[in-house]
């Protein structure tokens, strides 16, 4: 049977759909901290082959959790402006085949990184995306401290490229949990605050664009700091990273305190910017001083 442009057009269109409930731009930036955790926990050996399978396995584990993810929430996407055009709410995917695509890829995930990575990466992945979509998403709709449970698996794939150089876990690791735990807080409080209305509307329960928000931005910018010089202390790191860190950790502070202080949707957009280009920025700095 041949095979007509427009078949292709629809086919391609149905794999780009498939594609966009995986969350590409979050699948990356899951990756990236995993090679920034594989590459830390290394030895002389970075066995690039070990590094590839867990790339795969995380990719396919990360991209399942956020296609789950779009299946439960195609409800209340449908609800917000930023979201609504989504595949799942734009009935472009039938809700079916979108969680059974999610669901295959997630187990995919799992049994590659048992298969060619090991055990302790795959327990690692498989609680992540139980975290995430079992705890963090219904949640979203609860409670405020979502935000804070959401963190928890968002810091875990640092620990989980750790944990497949080296087979186990230690407080150097801990370190690397850490200092993506924190990052996440005022970089999600800046899209919360944002898209206030947007998740109102929906019925999420985030922090919004009040006082407390913007006192809990400072917090957690303040802590980041002197958790973000762990790695050096531990000794995974040297010297250069260390005043790096804290040049970084203090330019994101300040863009914090413009938030709680003018407490504006355009100095929270200033924030979400800084804190996507702080995190490469320190990592980066990270590899190319590790010890």
């Not at 498989?126 to 928890?152: D, H, V």
């Amino acid at each position: 049977m041949e095979i007509t442009q427009a078949d292709l057009t629809v086919r391609r269109s149905r794999a780009a759909d498939y594609l966009e409930i995986t969350k590409p731009r979050i699948t990356f930036m899951v990756l990236i901290t995993t090679l920034v955790g594989y590459y830390m926990g290394s030895g002389e050996e970075l066995r690039l082959l070990l590094l590839l399978n867990t790339i795969i396995g995380t990719a396919l584990v990360a991209s399942g959790a956020s296609a789950l993810n779009q299946y439960l929430e195609r409800d209340l996407d449908s609800r917000m402006a930023r979201t609504r055009n989504r595949p799942l709410p734009d009935a472009r995917l039938a809700a079916n085949d979108a969680l059974l695509f999610s669901a295959i890829i997630s187990v995919l995930g799992i049994a590659y990184l048992v298969i060619f990575v090991n055990v302790l990466t795959a327990l690692l992945g498989a609680s992540t995306l139980a975290a995430y979509i079992f705890i963090y998403t219904p949640m979203k709709t609860r409670t405020k401290l979502c935000t804070l449970i959401g963190a928890f698996p968002g810091a875990t794939p640092p620990i989980m490229g750790w944990a497949a150089a080296r087979g186990e876990l230690d407080i150097a690791a801990g370190s690397l949990f850490a200092i993506l735990f924190l990052w996440q807080m005022p970089h999600f409080f800046a899209i919360a605050w944002i898209f206030t209305e947007d998740y109102t509307r929906a019925g999420f329960t985030m922090h919004g664009n009040s006082e407390r928000t913007g006192r809990q931005i400072i917090f957690y910018c303040c802590a980041l700091i002197p958790i973000s010089l762990l790695p050096t202390v531990f000794g995974i790191t040297g010297s250069y990273y260390l005043f790096g860190a804290l040049l970084l950790g203090f330019v994101y502070l300040g863009y914090g305190f413009a938030v709680a202080l003018f407490r504006s949707t355009t100095h929270a957009q200033r924030l979400l910017r800084i804190s996507v280009l702080y995190l490469p920025a320190l990592l980066g700095l990270m590899m190319l001083d590790k010890s």
